[in-house]
């Protein structure tokens, strides 16, 4: 047996760490758009699934809060859908001069409901190291919109992609429920 082997193996061991390491530290998420100017991220732990969503089908409610569009049937199950767009500070839905025939409602699991949350286009599947989420700068969104959001990353193009806090919206609208019964 040489010398080399054994550095050999211990190279070897030290790379399985490294990527070991480095695995713990990712994770996958959903990449959505919101229009031309806002990308956004979900974290494939909290998706239930994707749906196609006929804006003009979702059925509005009398007196529900701007980001509540209503319902929408899915397999004929009632699933709330929250504007996502006026969420993220982008133009609400109900706002915008050309609403788009189709747009997708990606679903994340509530207490006892699934609630799906509006997006224009659903982009693809990426991983990102967890140690590179930064947080935003207090003064440079609304409070309001900062409560929506863990924070940010930076894909290898330098844009901004902010990562949704699924827990505060599905607690937003847990909440309108309990004060509506």
Sequence with gaps: MSQTEPL???VKSKQI???AAWEA???RFLRFSLGEETTGLLSLDRLVEVIKVRPKEILPIPELPEYLLG???RR???VWIVDLF???????????ELVPEVCMAILVQAEEQAIGLLVEQV???EVYNLTNLQPFPAQTLPSRLLSFLEGYFVDSGGNTLALLNVDTIIEKVEN????SQ
């Design 8 to 10: 050999a193996e211990l």
């Design 17 to 19: 760490h490294q990527i």
């Design 25 to 27: 530290d990712t994770a």
């Design 71 to 73: 319902i929408a049937n």
């Design 76 to 78: 004929g199950e009632a």
């Design 86 to 96: 006026y969420l993220m500070g982008a133009t609400p839905l109900s706002q915008r």
């Design 123 to 125: 982009s693809s599947i």
């Design 176 to 179: 309108l429920d309990r004060e």
